[in-house]
Structures are given as structure tokens and as C-alpha cells.
């Protein structure tokens, strides 16, 4: 988990809360529209775990990282040349963020959601503090099944008696975008787990709907790390920004 306030470049400024604000467009490598909706950054975390490793339909032989049942796509040039080589390395590097939407252009109350940033790493061989890592897309989803329609029209698609319908259609008109696509998996007649969207309580589990998007291309950087222990992780990646991440099961000991 995140310690640190997160200083990703494109701040524009704080809200009452001391939330750090961004547009969506730059939460998402700027596939995501309306890309100056204005959101707030509540909490991070950073997964990071080893992928499965198979056999590479495309290159016979070879053994290649894949996750959520599709071969990892990799970045032309030094990175791919370093996962052909030992791709056992290779490990998810993904960012998870609690947001909220605060912007009354798009929706008439806060809607909170979260954003899921897919990336990937691996040791820079020529540094040894050095990880090379690469971001390929994500998925986003409203946290409470109350607000999927709030969502829904937030994000500029009509406001029809189907769920599913209003993303198709918004799908289908926005041609600006990279790639976007709907979850294989959201079925908007079920419940899962025998919820009730209405309630107020009610949190949505990532089964619900969850819609995913890809870069064009992987976007490749870098981060060094500064300090590393058990528990505590400070890197600062190559645009500069710091961060300071503790192992959840630190936080949950302490608490």
C-alpha cells in the first residue's frame, strides 16, 4: 500500500479533503474520455506478484508470460529482448486506485470508483537498483452498484432502460479511444453473491461492471529503487516521482 501522498506529474491541485486531483485522461494514459473529468486520489496500492508462465502459441517453444489467460504484450526494443531471454523474471506490477469522480459538469454528487493500471517489471540488468516496467491498460469500475447508472451518465452514455446498452452505444461512438472494450465477464441481469443494488451499503464486487482498456502500444519507463527492507519500498521512477509503498501486512499487524 501507498504511504505517500501520490505525486504523479498533472496535479491540479488539492480538493477540501487534501486529495491530490487529476483528469481522467491522465489517469489512464489518455484512452480514457471525458479525458478533463476532474477526480480525487484516495488510496493506492501496488500489487505486485508473478504472472503464469506458458508455452508461446506465436513463437513454438518459447516460454512466455501470460495473465488473465493472454500472452503479456511487450514493448519493442531492450524489454522484449530481456523477457525473450529469461522471461521467469518478468512480474505484475499493477496500481490500484480508490478515486472519486468531483465534477459537477458530469455528475450532480461524488461517485467513488476504482481504477486498476496493469503494468509489468523486471530487474534492469546494466542497474542493479534499476526495474524496468511497462503498462499495457487497465480496468475501472463504480465501488457501489448504486451508482452504475450515476457512472454510466457520468462517463457520456444515455441514460436507456439497459445497462449493457448504454455502454455499446458509447462504446460505439467513441472512436477517439485506443481500444475499449466491456469485461467478458459483466452480466448486468445477474446479481452476484445475492446483492442488492439499491442498498446502500451495497459495495460492488469486480465481477459486476468492471471495463477494461488498452494502450495502443505498452508504455515503457523505469524506477530505481532508494530503500528496501521487509516491509517498506521507496522507489522513484523516471519522471521523477517518489513513493513510499508498506506490505499490507504490516499495516494490518500495527493496526
Not at 486520489?41 to 503464469?52: E, G, M, R, W
Not at 506458458?54 to 513454438?60: D, G, N, T, V
Not at 465501488?143 to 455502454?167: H, I, K, M, P, Q
Not at 446502500?200 to 482498456?213: H, I, K, N, R
Amino acid at each position: 500500500r501507498q504511504l505517500s501522498m501520490p505525486t504523479f506529474p498533472g496535479c491540479l491541485g488539492n480538493n477540501a479533503a487534501g486529495d491530490r486531483q487529476y483528469t481522467m485522461g491522465r489517469m489512464s494514459f489518455g484512452v480514457l474520455k471525458p479525458s478533463d473529468m476532474v477526480v480525487s486520489i484516495q488510496d493506492v496500492n501496488n500489487p505486485v506478484y508473478a504472472p503464469l508462465f506458458r508455452k508461446s502459441a506465436l513463437s513454438p517453444g518459447a516460454l512466455v508470460p501470460f495473465i488473465d489467460g493472454k500472452e503479456v504484450r511487450l514493448p519493442e526494443g531492450r524489454i522484449k529482448t530481456l523477457v525473450r531471454e529469461d522471461p521467469t523474471k518478468v512480474r505484475v506490477y499493477t496500481f490500484l486506485v480508490s478515486f472519486t469522480i468531483e465534477d459537477d459538469r458530469y455528475c450532480n454528487r461524488p461517485i467513488e470508483g476504482f481504477m486498476e493500471n496493469r503494468g509489468y517489471t523486471l530487474p534492469d540488468p546494466d542497474h542493479t537498483q534499476r526495474m524496468l516496467v511497462w503498462f499495457t491498460g487497465g480496468r475501472f469500475w463504480p465501488r457501489y452498484r448504486r451508482d452504475v447508472r450515476a457512472w454510466c451518465t457520468a462517463f457520456g452514455v444515455g441514460n436507456s432502460a439497459s445497462v449493457l446498452g448504454e455502454w455499446r452505444s458509447w462504446l460505439y461512438r467513441a472512436s477517439t479511444l485506443e481500444s475499449i472494450y466491456e469485461d467478458e465477464e459483466f452480466d448486468p441481469s445477474e446479481e452476484k453473491h445475492g446483492s442488492d443494488p439499491a442498498a446502500e451499503g451495497s459495495e460492488l464486487e469486480p465481477e459486476g461492471p468492471v471495463f477494461a482498456y488498452e494502450t495502443k502500444k505498452p508504455m515503457p519507463g523505469y524506477f530505481d529503487i532508494l530503500y528496501l527492507d521487509d516491509d517498506l519500498r521507496i522507489t522513484r521512477g523516471n519522471r521523477g516521482t517518489v513513493v513510499a509503498n508498506v506490505r499490507e501486512s504490516k499495516i494490518r499487524h500495527d493496526s
